[in-house]
């Protein structure tokens, strides 16, 4: 079983901080997925990286694959209230031969964005 | 509306008890897959289908049973539920394995007393 890392688990900060998230692992992933889940509700998707060293924005949020494509990281600018949820990295494994594919979830960062 | 429904919402259930939660999706996705989600343990797959008649087990198997008849529904069994099943559980659907964004349903809350 693959794992992946992520840090912080909690963080709370105030409204206009900047805030970095990391997802980490020993193992290599064809892609890389950053979800955000809202209290009641599924994980909701906001951006997928691909290749090693990419790097996708996302209004305020920028979103980083390692060159290894290992790990991963996602960073706000100038946190908002609304930014409040919890954000969850997701490896994707998939192995064309064995026509397997697995996604493998970082246990998740709980945000809190203090007015 | 494209989505992910899944069936029932809340349950509570008591120890042997066989229950179906139900998974349907109306975008023609091919992929289909449950978690569950505990605290301190993030989400972790239980089973996945790539396709119609083919499945496989995730990393916590154990348990869950489910079938795939049909492309948009696939139901997770659990044939003889215990307390340590009580989680909140996720169906999620994507386009095809090679089309990875994957669309969750609104969750289960599942209670086995």
């Known amino acids: 079983t693959q794992l992946l890392e992520q840090s912080p688990q909690f963080l709370s900060i105030q409204e206009g901080e900047n805030l970095t998230v990391y997802c980490n692992s020993s193992?290599?992933?064809?892609?890389l997925q950053w979800y955000r889940q809202e209290p009641g509700e599924g994980p909701v998707l906001l951006v997928t990286v691909v290749t090693g060293g990419e790097v996708k924005k996302l209004k305020r949020l920028t979103f980083q694959f390692g060159d290894a494509r290992k790990d991963s990281s996602l960073h706000i600018t100038a946190a908002q209230p609304g930014d409040t949820g919890l954000y969850l990295c997701a490896g994707a494994s998939f192995t064309h031969r064995a026509g397997s594919y697995q996604l493998t979830f970082g246990k998740g960062t709980k945000l809190s964005v203090i007015p | 509306e494209a989505q992910v429904t899944q069936n029932p919402r809340y349950l509570i259930t008591v120890t042997g008890k066989k229950l179906t939660v139900t998974c349907s999706q109306n975008m023609n996705h091919e992929y289909m897959s449950w978690y569950r989600q505990d605290p301190g343990l993030g989400l972790r797959q239980i089973y996945y289908s790539m396709n119609v008649e083919v499945t496989d087990k995730g990393d916590v198997p154990e348990g869950y049973k489910v079938s795939r008849k049909e492309k948009r529904n696939f139901p997770l069994i659990l044939e003889s539920p215990s307390p340590n099943q009580t989680s909140l559980y996720f169906c999620a659907s994507s386009l095809s394995v090679y089309q990875e964004t994957q669309y969750f349903g609104p969750g289960t809350r599942l209670l086995v007393l």
């Open positions: 193992s290599v992933f064809s892609s």
